[in-house]
């Protein structure tokens, strides 16, 4: 498939803040590419120099082949590119359908146009209702159709289900997935929040300080994540500081078997290597490790458990409810299942000895 936004070395600094340190990314035709990181990293200003609102100071950004900003320059409304910014920006005083075709030029063509997107997001029906009329989430999907309307060929959505609560936010995001792909949309997608981006894109790519840590399928960035950082930026971890040899790491909960055991040897860094476990990957159960439980925290669908071992050492459980949870205080056994995953030693952060690394979030 045919590289539909290519970014290459782009640099932005605001006086004395570098937003963009050297960005490389490529978004394949017809892919969402979700980038996530936490506020401040640059995320905006990546996708305001797509849209052409922003102009980098080094570097160079083609679409669809043609360079639009490097050597020269394509103003934003030539760029075949829509934008959905965090609150859908729509015109009060016109209704839904006037919102939806504004950039359109006036026939039947157009009033097609506008029944067919409001029907991918599913407004059909509410085209006589002024923005007023219309519940948050239904405004942002006025907003998607609107930017879908002229037929773009790269969609921009910057934090577009932010100010949605987490319910409606699911149901947006997973129906705004739906259009783009019908349209055969290219989209890029920025977002502070994991779960969002793992669950709609076809890569993330994960930044920190002005630089893309990783980009990768989302399975990819969730269980082989580059470095510590990114390990508990995506999800809860536990990281082990580990001996790793023949495939095998020896930690404080026994040994695990390593999905790449060639990293475990690359670095000068001394001979411990930092191994990842998922709270997934983490059992409870009549044999194993000995363990103390700290937290409890319910979440409906599972809880998440901290068991700390007789050192201190905490671990992170996933535990389905359904089943009779643990308390706090409570001795427990566990163990660890499945492969372990050895990371990068993390440029910027000294890893702790073992322990929590992530958040729920
Ligand atoms: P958030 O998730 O909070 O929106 P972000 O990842 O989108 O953050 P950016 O808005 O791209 O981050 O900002 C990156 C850095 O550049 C920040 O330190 C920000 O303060 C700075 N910055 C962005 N725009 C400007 C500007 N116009 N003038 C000065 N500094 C700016």
């Known amino acids: 498939m045919a590289a539909h936004v290519e970014i290459d070395g782009l640099t932005k600094r605001f006086a004395n803040v570098t937003a963009l340190a050297g960005v490389d990314l490529t978004v394949e035709a017809g ?30 950004v083609s679409l669809a082949g043609r360079e639009v900003d490097g050597a020269c320059v394509v103003p934003p409304h030539r760029r ?23 950039g359109l030029p006036r ?21 006589k209702r002024y923005p007023h009329e ?39 995001r997973a129906d705004v997935r739906a259009a783009l792909a019908e349209d055969h949309a290219t989209a890029l997608l920025v977002t502070h929040d994991q779960e969002e981006a793992l669950s709609i894109a076809d890569e993330v790519a994960v930044m920190r300080d002005g630089r893309v840590r990783q980009c990768a399928a989302p399975e990819l960035v969730y269980w ?37 055991p060639a990293r475990g040897t690359d670095s000068s860094a001394g001979p411990d290597r930092s191994v990842l476990v998922r709270p997934e990957q983490v059992i409870l159960g009549d044999h194993g490790t000995q363990a103390a439980v700290s937290e409890v925290t319910y979440y409906g669908h ?9 050192d201190g050492t905490p671990i992170i459980v996933r535990v389905q ?17 499945g492969a372990g995953h050895v990371l990068a030693d993390d440029p910027d952060a000294t890893p702790r000895p073992s322990g929590l690394t992530g958040s729920r979030g």
Do not use: M
């Not at 075949?80 to 504004?102: D, I, S, Y």
């Not at 991918?120 to 085209?127: D, M, P």
């Not at 082989?224 to 930690?251: K, L, N």
């Not at 599972?302 to 007789?310: K, S």
């Open 134 to 172: 219309l519940s948050g989430g239904q405004q942002q999907r006025v907003a998607v159709a609107r930017a879908l309307a002229p037929r773009p060929t790269l969609v921009l959505l910057d934090e577009p289900f932010a100010a949605l609560d987490a319910a409606l936010r699911a149901d947006l």
């Open 80 to 102: 075949g590119v829509a934008v959905v910014p965090q609150e859908g920006a729509l015109f009060p005083h016109l209704r839904v359908g006037e919102n939806v075709g504004f």
């Open 321 to 337: 409810t359904g089943h009779r949870l643990p308390v706090v205080g409570q001795q427990v056994q566990l163990r660890i299942e």
């Open 302 to 310: 599972d809880a998440t458990v901290v068991a700390r071992l007789l």
């Open 224 to 260: 082989q994540p580059v470095d510590p950082w990114v390990a508990s930026f995506v999800g809860e971890a536990t990281v082990f500081r580990a001996r790793v040899r023949d495939g095998i790491a020896t930690t404080v909960v026994g040994n695990v078997p390593v999905l790449d």
């Open 107 to 127: 026939g039947r063509e157009s009033a097609r146009r506008v029944e067919e997107v409001l029907e991918l997001v599913g407004l059909v029906g509410l085209e």
């Open 31 to 60: 892919h969402l590419l979700a980038v996530l990181g936490p506020s401040g990293c640059g995320k905006t200003t990546l996708l305001r120099i797509v849209a052409g609102f922003e102009r980098a100071d080094a570097g160079r």
